[in-house]
């Protein structure tokens, strides 16, 4: 397997690979949207979560490239998976060839930083074109860069580009073109050598254990690839694919440095940026004097341990208070025209099996997709903004001691926020973090907070059992209800956060290097790609898991059927209206009995059975077998608890939570001794239960979809409802132990 | 020799020595943190204990708690 290339076999015909590399920031993927347009692919490279962005290039020459954005990296030393993969596809490791060119973008504004990892890439032999990006910005800072020297120096066609502006791309795709064509006008090779006898003899050891695949015959290669062993392997790093020789070597020549006194890491980085420091008043000439930078000043502002904060709350009230209630609408919006959908088919088809597993378990089941895009587009278009702008690093740095305390990653703070609108929408933001580690953990946490789902449960639920009483003369019992699920469920995700940090995902810490990106505009059309994309993704993979467990869980709750259910309602109807009752007591009779055989039906689905065989497990909780079908039914989304239970309770799907009618039916319900089956304690326990399970397939498919595995959304379902089982279990038994009902 | 938590924000300083795992001074390195190297404290957070500096005009946040080894001496 090739991934950064077509399959092997259809090598004769493949495109040449151009991978657009750099520094994290420098506008890599704004420059790569510029040149691709709206024609890009999203894949994943293999095995990993780190997604792989490419597009198609047509060049003057008429010949077509395949353009790759490679994930953002200093170095190409490692310190996450995804600089890692960065690392491999431009230097063509394995399980990658090289590319035939690498673009390498590097920000004007930091000059000698971004050349450290041009002078590594040149080392290892790629063609390469530099694009000196933001080179506009310059001007503002009485500094200007002298474009032929630098090129001449570097021995690279250098195009100076404005990524944001859209400027210097012809003359960059013209530079591509001709590298493609003759890659020698391009003269990689190593710039800065190592001239220490002792650290030469560090290299040829080393080389003799370098992969012959890798070298590609060079010598050049060779040693480059040495240089990168020497700096990238230690005990605990977490490369794949290293062989056993090699790290053993490089274990020994460290060490036999370490003990004549050398230091090889400094020795090389000093070496490449001795070359760099050397240059680089020739190549960036200072007009005027420093002025502080508008971005100092504005983080003076936001930064500041007051404004700052009071800031970044309101910005984030912003964010949730959009999601929570300015995406409402068009969240109504699509139920409605799914709902008028399935009417339609309704209308259209006979009514029978196949017309109800359209309108039930496909279109429903769709539409419950389709639902969460309006919180899913609007929460990436905040994300985006905040990312382009450069005020997410101020967000991890404002958030840091405290997230940090709860092992969490300073930027782990907009997604967990975002849990309590929805967790779908919050585990997809998880992407805003680097580390995987990072990301798993928050995934595994966002589900516990209080979610827009699960309102209608604990709205009928305190509706029916808690009464509209005062406390203390003025707080409402039901208000103070509400806001304690709130902060239970929020201390809950916090404690499991501290937790799993410190268990589960516990590892090596790793020391925080937060780079502070100047203040810049967002680039709009990249914004609106990541939200198209980042949608379209979540359609895709989570949705066809969506859907699938929609019908499973229709076929559940339908199956087996009694076929003749419609003949004995009509003829139930017709008996009803053979006694020529009054219009109003006919309709209440009819809907009594339509209602109750409905139920029955359910009952004895294998769902309805299902919620029978798991009673014994949830007695204990206070949940007798109907509540279990309810709880059946909740899995596909909590709110529909709802709807299952007007079902079980002969009241109709129709209801919503503040029907009173479901309210008095849960009232009188009785257990077999006479006793009510609801009582506040049930009541509690019941409320405890939704807030801590994960009653979502939604949540598990997007986990699914986010990690590439069924080890999490699994993991993530266990733990959640074991939690959520004991702690109704304590609330129910402790009650009853203190004399509650 | 001062540590970072000598410097106060505004001032300047050059590294002499770095500290902590190999990783962690690779990756400093890497960013143009060398001894030698002149480094400009921009400020301190006033919540948590990060320290942002500007290092070959890039700017990093560290945590001081993760920087406590590194050593600076005063800018000639």
Same mark, same amino acid.
């Given at each position: 397997?090739?991934?950064?290339?077509?399959?092997?076999?259809?090598?004769?015909?493949?495109?040449?690979? /151009?991978?657009?590399?750099?520094?994290?920031?420098?506008?890599?993927?704004?420059?790569?949207?510029?040149?691709?347009?709206?024609?890009?692919?999203?894949?994943?490279?293999?095995?990993?979560?780190?997604?792989?962005?490419?597009?198609?290039?047509?060049?003057?020459?008429?010949?077509?490239?395949?353009?790759?954005?490679?994930?953002? *990296?200093?170095?190409?030393?490692?310190?996450?998976?995804?600089?890692?993969?960065?690392?491999?596809?431009?230097?063509?490791? *394995?399980?990658?060839?090289?590319?035939?060119?690498? /673009?390498?973008?590097?920000?004007?504004?930091?000059?000698?930083?971004?050349?450290?990892?041009?002078?590594?890439?040149?080392?290892?032999?790629?063609?390469?074109?530099?694009?000196?990006?933001?080179?506009?910005?310059?001007?503002?800072?009485?500094?200007?860069?002298?474009?032929?020297?630098?090129?001449?120096?570097?021995?690279?066609?250098?195009?100076?580009?404005?990524?944001?502006?859209?400027?210097?791309?012809?003359?960059?795709?013209?530079?591509?073109?001709?590298?493609?064509?003759?890659?020698?006008?391009?003269?990689?090779?190593?710039?800065?050598?190592?001239?220490?006898?002792?650290? !030469?003899?560090?290299?040829?050891?080393?080389?003799?254990? =370098?992969?012959?695949?890798?070298?590609?015959?060079?010598?050049?290669?060779?040693?480059?690839?040495?240089?990168?062993?020497?700096?990238?392997?230690?005990?605990?790093?977490?490369?794949?694919?290293?062989?056993?020789?090699? $790290?053993?070597?490089?274990?020994?020549?460290?060490?036999?440095?370490?003990?004549?006194?050398?230091?090889?890491?400094?020795?090389?980085?000093?070496?490449?940026?001795?070359?760099?420091?050397?240059? =680089?008043?020739?190549?960036?000439?200072?007009?005027?004097? /420093?002025?502080?930078?508008?971005?100092?000043?504005?983080?003076?502002?936001?930064?500041?341990?007051?404004?700052?904060?009071?800031?970044?709350?309101?910005?984030?009230?912003?964010?949730?208070?959009?999601?929570?209630?300015?995406?409402?609408?068009?969240?109504?919006?699509?139920?409605?025209?799914?709902?008028?959908?399935?009417?339609?088919?309704?209308? *259209?088809?006979?009514?029978?099996?196949?017309?109800?597993?359209?309108?039930?378990?496909?279109?429903?089941?769709?539409?419950?997709?389709?639902?969460? !895009?309006?919180?899913?587009?609007?929460?990436?278009?905040?994300?985006?903004?905040?990312?382009?702008?450069?005020?997410?690093?101020?967000?991890?740095?404002?958030?840091? $001691?405290?997230?940090?305390?709860?092992?969490?990653?300073?930027?782990?703070?907009?997604?967990?926020?975002?849990?309590?609108?929805?967790?779908?929408?919050? =585990?997809?933001?998880?992407?805003?973090?680097?580390?995987? $580690?990072?990301?798993?953990?928050?995934?595994?946490?966002?589900?516990?907070?209080?979610?827009?789902?699960?309102?209608? /449960?604990?709205?009928?639920?305190?509706?029916?059992?808690?009464?509209?009483?005062?406390?203390?003369?003025?707080?409402?019992?039901?208000?103070?209800?509400?806001?304690?699920?709130?902060?239970?469920?929020?201390?809950?995700?916090?404690?499991?956060?501290?937790?799993?940090?410190?268990?589960?995902?516990?590892?090596?810490?790793?020391?925080?290097?937060?780079?502070?990106?100047?203040?810049?505009?967002?680039?709009?059309?990249?914004?609106?790609?990541?939200?198209?994309?980042?949608?379209?993704?979540? !359609?895709?993979?989570?949705?066809?898991?969506?859907?699938?467990?929609?019908?499973?869980?229709?076929?559940?709750?339908?199956?087996?059927?009694?076929?003749?259910?419609?003949?004995?309602?009509?003829?139930?109807?017709?008996?009803?209206?053979?006694?020529?009752?009054?219009?109003?007591?006919?309709?209440?009779?009819?809907?009594?009995?339509?209602?109750?055989?409905?139920?029955?039906?359910?009952?004895?689905?294998?769902?309805?059975?299902?919620?029978?065989? =798991?009673?014994?497990?949830?007695?204990?909780?206070?949940?007798?077998?109907?509540?279990?079908?309810?709880?059946?039914?909740?899995?596909?989304?909590?709110?529909?608890?709802?709807?299952?239970?007007?079902?079980?309770?002969?009241?109709?799907?129709?209801?919503?939570?503040?029907?009173?009618?479901?309210?008095?039916?849960?009232?009188?319900?009785?257990?077999?001794?006479?006793?009510?089956?609801?009582?506040?304690?049930?009541?509690?326990?019941?409320?405890?239960?939704?807030?801590?399970?994960?009653?979502?397939?939604?949540? !598990?498919?997007?986990?699914?979809?986010?990690?590439?595995?069924?080890?999490?959304?699994?993991?993530?379902?266990?733990?959640?409802?074991?939690?959520?089982?004991?702690?109704?279990?304590?609330?129910?038994?402790?009650?009853?132990?203190?004399?509650?009902? | 020799?001062?540590?970072?938590?000598?410097?106060? &924000?505004?001032?300047?300083?050059?590294? #002499?020595?770095?500290?902590?795992?190999?990783?962690?001074?690779?990756?400093?390195?890497?960013?143009?943190?060398? &001894?030698?190297?002149?480094?400009?404290?921009?400020?301190? #957070?006033?919540?948590?204990?990060?320290?942002?500096?500007?290092?070959?005009?890039?700017?990093?946040?560290?945590?001081?708690?993760?920087?406590?080894?590194?050593?600076?001496?005063?800018?000639?």
């Amino acid at each position: 397997m090739n991934p950064v290339r077509a399959a092997p076999a259809a090598n004769a015909s493949r495109l040449p690979v /151009v991978a657009i590399a750099g520094n994290p920031n420098t506008g890599k993927t704004t420059l790569f949207n510029r040149m691709t347009g709206s024609d890009q692919k999203v894949g994943n490279y293999p095995g990993v979560t780190v997604e792989r962005h490419s597009g198609k290039l047509k060049l003057g020459s008429g010949r077509t490239v395949e353009l790759v954005d490679v994930p953002g *990296t200093y170095s190409l030393s490692a310190r996450s998976r995804e600089e890692e993969i960065a690392i491999q596809a431009v230097a063509g490791l *394995t399980p990658f060839e090289p590319p035939d060119l690498v /673009v390498l973008v590097v920000d004007a504004t930091q000059l000698s930083r971004n050349l450290y990892m041009v002078l590594q890439v040149l080392e290892l032999g790629v063609p390469i074109v530099v694009a000196l990006n933001m080179t506009d910005m310059l001007a503002g800072r009485g500094e200007e860069i002298d474009v032929a020297h630098l090129s001449r120096e570097l021995g690279l066609p250098v195009v100076p580009v404005s990524a944001l502006h859209g400027t210097g791309f012809d003359e960059l795709v013209r530079e591509i073109d001709r590298v493609i064509a003759k890659p020698d006008s391009a003269q990689p090779g190593a710039r800065w050598s190592p001239d220490s006898s002792a650290l !030469l003899a560090d290299i040829n050891a080393v080389a003799a254990c =370098i992969p012959q695949p890798w070298k590609r015959g060079s010598t050049d290669r060779e040693r480059a690839l040495s240089l990168w062993a020497l700096l990238s392997i230690e005990d605990h790093d977490e490369l794949v694919g290293v062989p056993t020789d090699l $790290r053993r070597v490089v274990t020994e020549r460290r060490k036999l440095a370490t003990d004549a006194g050398r230091q090889i890491d400094l020795e090389v980085i000093r070496g490449r940026y001795g070359w760099i420091d050397a240059r =680089i008043d020739a190549f960036l000439k200072r007009k005027g004097p /420093v002025a502080r930078s508008l971005t100092e000043s504005i983080d003076a502002v936001l930064l500041n341990p007051v404004f700052g904060f009071a800031i970044f709350l309101t910005l984030m009230g912003l964010v949730f208070q959009s999601l929570f209630s300015w995406a409402d609408p068009a969240m109504k919006l699509v139920e409605s025209l799914f709902d008028g959908l399935a009417t339609l088919v309704r209308g *259209t088809l006979p009514p029978g099996l196949f017309q109800q597993f359209l309108t039930d378990g496909v279109i429903a089941g769709v539409g419950s997709i389709v639902v969460f !895009l309006p919180q899913i587009l609007l929460l990436f278009l905040f994300i985006g903004v905040l990312e382009d702008s450069g005020y997410m690093a101020r967000v991890a740095f404002l958030m840091d $001691r405290i997230m940090r305390a709860l092992g969490l990653h300073g930027r782990a703070f907009v997604p967990m926020l975002s849990g309590y609108a929805c967790a779908v929408p919050a =585990i997809l933001a998880t992407r805003t973090m680097e580390r995987q $580690r990072d990301r798993t953990l928050t995934m595994m946490v966002i589900p516990l907070m209080t979610c827009s789902a699960r309102l209608p /449960v604990y709205t009928l639920i305190i509706g029916a059992l808690f009464p509209a009483a005062l406390v203390f003369g003025f707080m409402p019992t039901q208000g103070l209800l509400m806001v304690g699920m709130y902060l239970f469920s929020t201390l809950m995700a916090l404690a499991a956060a501290a937790v799993l940090s410190r268990t589960m995902f516990k590892g090596k810490r790793v020391p925080l290097i937060l780079e502070m990106p100047p203040y810049r505009f967002p680039h709009w059309p990249s914004v609106l790609r990541m939200m198209l994309q980042r949608s379209k993704a979540f !359609l895709v993979t989570a949705g066809s898991v969506i859907l699938l467990i929609s019908i499973i869980l229709w076929a559940l709750l339908t199956f087996p059927r009694d076929a003749h259910l419609a003949d004995k309602i009509a003829a139930a109807q017709a008996r009803v209206v053979a006694q020529h009752l009054p219009l109003d007591q006919e309709a209440e009779q009819v809907a009594d009995i339509v209602g109750g055989m409905r139920g029955e039906a359910l009952r004895s689905t294998y769902g309805g059975r299902l919620g029978h065989l =798991i009673e014994p497990v949830i007695k204990p909780l206070g949940f007798d077998w109907k509540i279990g079908v309810g709880l059946v039914g909740a899995f596909a989304a909590r709110e529909v608890f709802v709807s299952t239970m007007g079902v079980v309770y002969g009241v109709g799907d129709k209801v919503d939570e503040k029907s009173t009618t479901l309210r008095a039916k849960i009232r009188a319900e009785e257990r077999e001794d006479g006793k009510p089956v609801y009582t506040p304690l049930v009541g509690l326990s019941l409320m405890i239960f939704f807030a801590l399970a994960c009653q979502c397939m939604s949540t !598990l498919a997007a986990v699914y979809r986010e990690t590439k595995s069924w080890r999490w959304p699994v993991f993530l379902f266990a733990y959640m409802t074991a939690l959520a089982w004991v702690a109704s279990f304590i609330v129910y038994q402790g009650g009853r132990a203190l004399g509650f009902a | 020799m001062k540590r970072l938590h000598d410097i106060r &924000p505004g001032e300047s300083a050059r590294l #002499a020595q770095l500290g902590g795992e190999r990783s962690f001074q690779r990756r400093l390195m890497e960013l143009g943190l060398l &001894p030698g190297t002149r480094v400009r404290l921009v400020r301190r #957070a006033g919540v948590g204990d990060l320290v942002e500096l500007e290092v070959r005009g890039g700017h990093i946040s560290l945590r001081r708690s993760e920087v406590s080894e590194l050593l600076f001496e005063r800018e000639r």
